[in-house]
């Protein structure tokens, strides 16, 4: 009896703490242990199922449990069946270990709301369906975890529905995360409708095996599939052409941010596409595909980064582009780097949103950035894992995680057979508006005058968090080091088991090594860019904003390119106006048509009853010709 | 001495008849509506003396003369009732009376 | 006997036609006595002597007097003649008049098919009337004459006048309030 018999304890402690605060609800306290325990005790799982794989690994480096047939219906069985291999271990860490860090910082942050055990239950819905999600060896019982994070993600940002300052915005973005994303889920249904078709079962290991011999390289079915596929991943990762749900969805409390909308959710897409690779090698055109988007979100929305106020928005704008980077990695081949990248991110992120959160509590829940300033003397250790983690975002060289993380992914879209240079350039320019931003966003922030007054210091269980994740971005990049460091790479060891390395195209030998300099090089550009506008001269900012010119960049920047207008003409303002036309219900009116010449033609008979006698007359000897004709004649 | 033909009586009866129906869809004084109803009756009796005519049996002439009695008993009675609509409306129109409406 | 036929039955038909377009009631009254007795006449074509009397004695000579008294009563006067004028526009005739064509000529299709004769030769004498009237339809008789007896008792009723419950004393009075 290995451990691995255990790991249906890992999803199932957070659905039974759910169930129990749900159903029960509870003290504050009882809700803080409930909310939080489960979750720490599957992080320990998922540890010592780490450990033994990694010294252990089960045969054929993948371990799956069928705990009992869903359903059948003719040939199709689809199996409540976890699966274990590097890929769910990997994300299951991150999910149990920051998601446990999370939820214990909540239980300070929520401290004064009410709802406290609400919250508690939704997040802990919330980490039971994203472990079901990367678990589930059967496509039916990943859509099922796949579901169940949207649904918890929509209760989560619309948490605050009541507030009596923005109650329509919350419940609003709540609506508008749940909507852009069902369209993401109703492509990813349709996507499993065409691979059951194909291959007669959603079992994922089976489907990858009969994969190549099914399906020709480029078919239009593999087209088709994988297309579906990116379209539920796009939605849920917050990609072009489905993002604009993500900057919206910072109306939630900063926790939820940090833990759905940085961490995990949103890496949903980037799981399903590395689960599923082996369909999209077999569509070229579509993993073409995948780079260009994820290219394109990123530079978008690293640009759109530079021109927000509200710092929450910044970061959301920021995990929009990483999450374009993992989606590049995914599109040149590069499965491990975009992995890697996640873990690292995962790290990252979620420290700049409880740090971020730990700010706006401070600054009483303000959270324009211009507002705040100088708080690194206030707030020394919140601003200290702050720099650690924005270090990390920025790729700092060589201190930082991010560093190791991000270097991989711009030299495979350079040199990877399915990479390209303008991929390269793409990224590149972000990466060098990701450090610019990040500063910005830390300069104004901790720097400069303090515009207001601090009551707050952050307690013990917020620190603690902030501290463990500050740690790991720096540290967490030394278990993959690039070729010129020497070939230390237990990570993407690890992951090959897996997932098949990337493969390179021809390129100069020492390029690795210049571009790894170019690109410390404008990392730290980017840092001296955003000390020069942000700390010293920010006058001139101010001066650009003035002109026509600048302030129409501006504000295309700041309203995410101008997506939210494009989606609201093409598609929201036609469906309202559909639906107002439709208000009186066309359909219905038949039949109220019918109705209503019954009412008519009643009344037109009614007229004949007027109580003249010679009508009557009249009338019956109408009806006695009318008979007398028929009879003689018919 | 020839005979009459038989549906030359029936079509005077006929004729009769239809005047009759005509006077009542037209006319609006009741006393003359009354008069064409009579015209009707004695019509419909000289269709069924007519009948009687040609199988020279007296059922017939007995019909007629119920509906005789019919007719003296229906005109006492309408006459009556215009006398009391006449004391009541102090009219003969017949458009007075339409209380039985809609 | 023919042309005695068809001469009463024209003679019929004008007076009809006169009653119903007429516009003075007693003159209208006196044309149906004269269509009454043409129709008498008819019937002593068709064999029917006992009926020809039958019609003179009851029908034009008490129900039309009694309609003749219920006029003179009423006391219409001119006014009630230029009335009916003005109420006698061409567009009442329309309707009926169409209607009535139709049923017209329904009425010659019904008949042409029939081709019996009637006739004067074997007149009904009185007596087998009664015996057919005392005998088969004895009940229709009885029945008669209780219909008769409640149209005595209705008619009396109906028209009697209603019984003031003041004073005449009173009556100018009731009719200031």
């Keep these: 009896m290995t451990v691995y018999h255990l790991i249906w304890l890992i999803p199932t402690l957070p659905l039974a703490a759910f169930l129990i605060l749900a159903v029960f609800g509870g003290s504050r306290k009882v809700a803080a242990l409930l909310g939080t325990v489960p979750v720490g005790l599957s992080a320990l799982l998922v540890i010592w199922t780490a450990v033994t794989y990694l010294s252990v690994p089960p045969a054929g480096h993948g371990f799956s449990e069928v705990l009992w047939t869903w359903f059948t219906i003719g040939n199709f069985s689809p199996a409540i069946a976890l699966y274990l291999d590097p890929l ?39 980490v039971f369906s994203m472990l079901v999600l990367v678990l589930a060896k059967d496509m039916l019982l990943l859509y099922l975890g796949w579901e169940g994070v949207g649904l918890s993600s929509f209760l989560l940002i619309g948490f605050w529905y009541k507030d009596a300052q923005d109650a329509g915005q919350n419940a609003y973005a709540a609506r508008k995360a749940f909507l852009v994303t069902r369209i993401g889920d109703t492509a990813l249904i349709l996507g499993l409708f065409l691979l059951l078709q194909d291959f007669g079962t959603l079992d994922i290991p089976h489907i990858l095996q009969a994969a190549p011999g099914t399906w020709q390289p480029g078919s239009s079915r593999a087209v088709w599939a994988t297309i579906l596929l990116l379209g539920g991943a796009v939605g849920k990762s917050a990609q072009l052409p489905l993002q604009t749900w993500l900057p919206d969805a910072m109306a939630g409390p900063s926790p939820v941010s940090a833990l759905i909308h940085a961490a995990t959710m949103v890496t949903a897409g980037v799981y399903l596409l590395a689960r599923t690779h082996v369909l999209f090698s077999l569509a070229p055109v579509v993993q073409l595909i995948v780079a260009i988007i994820g290219a394109a979100t990123l530079v978008i929305a690293a ?50 949103f409880l740090g971020a959160g730990a700010v706006i509590l401070a600054m009483d829940h303000e959270h324009n950035m211009f507002k705040m300033g100088g708080l690194r003397k206030k707030m020394p250790l919140v601003f200290w894992t702050f720099l650690f983690g924005a270090g990390a975002l920025a790729a700092l060289p060589l201190v930082t995680a991010g560093f190791f993380s991000k270097d991989p992914i711009l030299w495979f879209a350079m040199a990877s057979v399915k990479g390209s240079f303008w991929l390269w350039l793409a990224a590149f320019v972000a990466a060098l508006a990701t450090s610019v931003y990040t500063f910005r966003m830390v300069f104004v922030t901790f720097f400069g005058r303090q515009q207001k007054e601090v009551h707050y210091r952050p307690g013990i269980r917020i620190r603690i968090p902030l501290v463990v994740l500050g740690v790991l971005s720096l540290i967490a990049g030394w278990i993959q080091m690039p070729a010129s460091f020497g070939h230390f790479t237990p990570f993407s060891d690890f992951m090959e088991t897996l997932l098949p390395p990337a493969v390179m195209a021809g390129v100069p030998a020492g390029l690795e090594g210049w571009l790894e300099i170019a690109t410390a090089v404008i990392a730290l550009l980017g840092v001296y860019l955003a000390w020069q506008f942000y700390v010293k001269t920010p006058v001139a900012v101010y001066r650009f904003k003035q002109t026509t010119v600048g302030a129409r960049i501006y504000r295309f920047l700041a309203a995410g390119w101008g997506f939210d207008t494009l989606y609201r003409v093409l598609i929201v303002q036609p469906v309202v106006w559909l639906a107002r036309v439709d208000k009186r219900d066309f359909t219905d009116r038949i039949y109220e048509g019918v109705g209503m010449l019954n009412l008519w033609l009643g009344r037109l008979f009614g007229r004949a009853q007027n109580g003249r006698l010679r009508g009557y007359a009249f009338g019956i000897v109408l009806g006695a010709v009318i008979v007398m004709t028929l009879i003689l004649f018919l | 001495m020839s ?100 | 006997m023919n042309v005695i036929f068809y001469i009463a039955a024209i003679v019929a038909i004008v007076a009809t036609l006169r009653v119903i377009t007429g516009t003075n009631a007693v003159h209208a009254l006196l044309y149906l006595i004269v269509s009454l007795l043409a129709v008498a006449v008819i019937f002593f074509v068709l064999g029917a002597p006992f ?49 009535t064509v139709i049923l017209l000529l329904e009425f010659i299709y019904i008949f042409s098919s029939a081709d019996q004769y009637g006739s004067v030769l074997h007149p009904v004498s009185p007596r087998q009337v009664g015996e057919t009237m005392f005998g088969p339809y004895v009940l229709g008789v009885e029945l008669v004459a209780m219909l008769l007896m409640a149209a005595i008792v209705g008619a009396y009723h109906i028209s009697g006048e209603k019984q003031k419950n003041y004073h005449r004393f009173f009556e100018n009075q009731n009719e200031e309030i």
């Design chain 1, 88 to 126: 769910s271990l990997v994300f299951l860490f991150v999910i149990t270990f920051v998601g446990f860090f999370i939820l214990l910082y909540s239980t300070e942050f929520m401290a004064k709301e009410e709802g406290f055990s609400r919250f508690f239950a939704y997040m802990n819905l919330f």
């Design chain 1, 303 to 352: 640009f759109s980064a530079l021109a927000q106020k509200d710092i929450k928005r910044v970061l959301a704008y920021s995990t929009m582009s990483q999450i374009g980077y993992m989606f590049l990695a995914l599109g040149v081949g590069a499965w491990s780097a975009a992995v890697f990248h996640f873990m690292i991110h995962a790290f990252f992120k979620a420290l700049l």
């Design chain 2, 3 to 102: 005979a009459v033909p038989l549906h030359m009586g029936l079509l005077l009866a006929g004729i009769l008849f239809l005047l009759g129906l005509v006077g009542v869809l037209t006319r609006r004084n009741v006393l003359f509506m009354l008069m064409s109803i009579e015209i009707m009756v004695n019509a419909a009796g000289l269709a069924f003396v007519v009948g009687a005519s040609r199988w020279m049996q007296a059922d017939g002439q007995v019909m007629f003369l119920f509906i005789l009695a019919m007719a003296a008993a229906e005109v006492s009675v309408g006459l009556a009732l215009i006398v009391q609509m006449h004391r009541q409306h102090k009219s003969v129109d017949i458009n007075v009376l339409e209380r039985l409406r809609d």
């Design chain 3, 51 to 99: 009926l020809a009397a039958f019609e003179v004695i009851t029908y034009a000579g008490a129900i039309m007097v009694l309609l003749v008294f219920t006029i003179m009563m009423l006391n219409l006067g001119q006014a009630a003649a230029k009335q009916e004028k003005s109420w006698l526009t061409a567009g009442v005739w329309i309707g009926p008049c169409i209607l």
